[in-house]
């Protein structure tokens, strides 16, 4: 790896090659997981770099297929399997400076990949539109880290994953070939660098499609009972004509790690946090009352951007604010079968009791509405933690692993045949984010 003439190749460029700075550029949230910490420990890149724009990352691209040096690209560092962890050094792309909106029409824009999502949303506001959907990480994450490290979030009960087709519209990608290339990729192909964790190519653009900005409600409904708060939630989903957002249900004690909440969920009772368009919110009281919940909370909708959200407090938020309180608190990440009697989730809750503290997002899968999870988990072995992964599995409950960062360990499980050629192809060497896929890497290579 010849380091100084790849910086030598780059003048002009904002190079960082201060140990502390570039050690910060190589973390992201996998300290969530007890398993990966140690795994991770000392992983740190050569040097940062900060291209502008698209002739930059060619630049980049050029000089690190040319000198044989790895390549890992970072958003804003939110993933939460050390995703922008560099296993074997080398460069620290961050594309936080490439922030431009080119475009925003009715229903789709076009944006640069370090572009935050909360300011595509202020942009897509000012004519009626909003992304779609978004992590709980939405003010700092930026685009590009989210098509390639997550996979869904607020707004997914309304739109479904970032994976199905219609949200993602085309990706721009520079390749790591010994003479980079741009590629457009459109429809279906989007798919050949949708969540692959930054080994297919630099994303340089993105066309997205956006929503109506509808002014959303913001509700907190609490429970003596937690599988009434589950059903409930899920008939909330399955209302097709109301508007809605966001519907997270927690089992107590989960809502006691929300300390700016408490005064709104008394202990011990279960809560629903929900994002529900002002025009449906006349229907949610009956609907509350069947399954006898108390609504304790509302606010009216805000611009975007002004004042505190209920939505970071969920998703992976929730995770977020348990272990700022009990920091060997981890979690899971899971999907229910389709069942609308919510048996197994019914089943897992009582099974587990506190070890595995019930928080579920209920999303669009295909057309219905399921619970999806982020359990809690008092975490004591990574064998008892297999232990927990491996009986949900048995049960019928798919489990994406956020304990590995081995892409196919986790949620792809294996790599889909399309995205391995274009992988051959955009990156002939192995120097994108190499030893996280089981596919032709670095480490492989020298
Ligand atoms: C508290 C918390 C809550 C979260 N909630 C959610 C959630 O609700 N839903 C969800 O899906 N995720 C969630 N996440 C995970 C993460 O925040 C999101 O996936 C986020 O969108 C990542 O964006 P980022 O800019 O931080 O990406 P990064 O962490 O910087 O990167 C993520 C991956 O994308 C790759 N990458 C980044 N930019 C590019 C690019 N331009 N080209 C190619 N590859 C690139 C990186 O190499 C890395 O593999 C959460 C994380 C935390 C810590």
Redesign the pocket.
């Known amino acids: 790896m010849n380091l100084n003439a790849l910086i030598d190749s780059l003048p002009g460029m904002e190079i960082i090659t201060d140990p502390t700075q570039v050690a910060k550029l190589s973390q992201?949230?996998h300290t969530?997981s007890p398993v990966l910490v140690p795994k991770l420990a000392g992983k740190v890149g050569d040097i940062a770099i900060r291209p502008s724009s698209e002739a930059e990352v060619i630049k980049v691209a050029t000089s690190c297929a040319k000198h044989r040096v790895p390549v890992?690209?970072?958003?804003?560092?939110?993933?939460?399997y050390g995703?922008?962890v560099p296993l074997y050094g080398g460069v620290i792309l961050d594309?936080t400076r490439m922030h431009n909106i080119p475009w925003v029409k009715p229903g789709v824009a076009r944006v640069e990949?370090?572009v935050k999502?909360a300011a595509l949303d202020k942009k897509a506001s000012y004519c009626g539109w909003e992304i779609r959907m978004?992590?709980?990480?939405y003010r700092?994450?930026?685009i590009?880290?989210?098509?390639?490290?997550?996979?869904?979030?607020?707004g997914s009960i309304q739109y479904g994953l970032?994976a199905d087709r219609g949200n993602l519209l085309a990706l721009q990608?520079v390749t790591l070939e010994d003479q980079p290339r741009v590629i457009e990729l459109r429809g279906d192909d989007v798919q050949k660098?949708n969540h692959?964790?930054?080994i297919?190519?630099?994303?340089?653009e993105i066309e997205i499609a956006l929503g109506p900005a509808y002014p959303w409600a913001e509700v907190i409904v609490t429970f003596p009972d937690f599988m009434a708060a589950a059903r409930f939630g899920q008939a909330l989903g399955n209302a097709d004509g109301m508007i809605k957002k966001l519907i997270s249900i927690f089992a107590s004690p989960i809502p006691q790690y929300f300390t700016s909440l408490r005064q709104y969920i008394p202990d011990g009772t279960h809560a629903a946090l929900l994002m529900v368009a002002e025009s449906s919110l006349e229907l949610l009281p009956g609907l509350v009352q069947q399954h006898g919940g108390q609504i304790t909370y509302q606010k009216p909708a805000q611009e975007p951007g002004k004042g505190g959200h209920l939505a970071e407090f969920?998703?992976?938020?929730t995770?977020?604010h348990a272990r700022t309180v009990d920091t060997s608190i981890t979690y899971l990440q899971s999907m229910f079968p389709n069942d609308k009697s919510l048996e197994m989730v019914e089943h897992m809750y009582h099974h587990f009791g506190d070890e595995v503290m019930m928080h579920l997002e209920f999303f669009r899968v295909n057309g219905v509405v399921i619970p999806g999870a982020l359990q809690l988990v008092r975490y004591t072995t990574e064998e008892r933690l297999n232990e927990i992964m491996r009986y949900h599995e048995e049960n019928g409950v798919f489990i994406a692993n956020p304990h590995t960062y081995i892409i196919e360990d986790g949620g792809r499980k294996v790599i889909d045949p399309e995205q391995l050629k274009f992988k051959q192809m955009v990156d002939p060497h192995g120097l994108m984010?190499p030893g996280?896929s089981k596919v032709l890497s670095f480490q492989s290579q020298n």
């Not at 890992?72 to 939460?80: P, Y």
């Not at 978004?134 to 990480?137: E, I, K, V």
């Not at 590009?144 to 607020?154: R, V, Y």
């Open positions: 992201d949230y969530f890992t690209v970072r958003g804003a560092g939110t993933g939460n995703q922008c594309m990949a370090g999502l978004a992590p709980s990480t700092t994450a930026t590009g880290g989210f098509i390639a490290g997550g996979s869904g979030g607020i970032l990608v660098v692959a964790w930054g297919n190519g630099i994303i340089t969920t998703w992976n938020h995770t977020l984010n996280k």
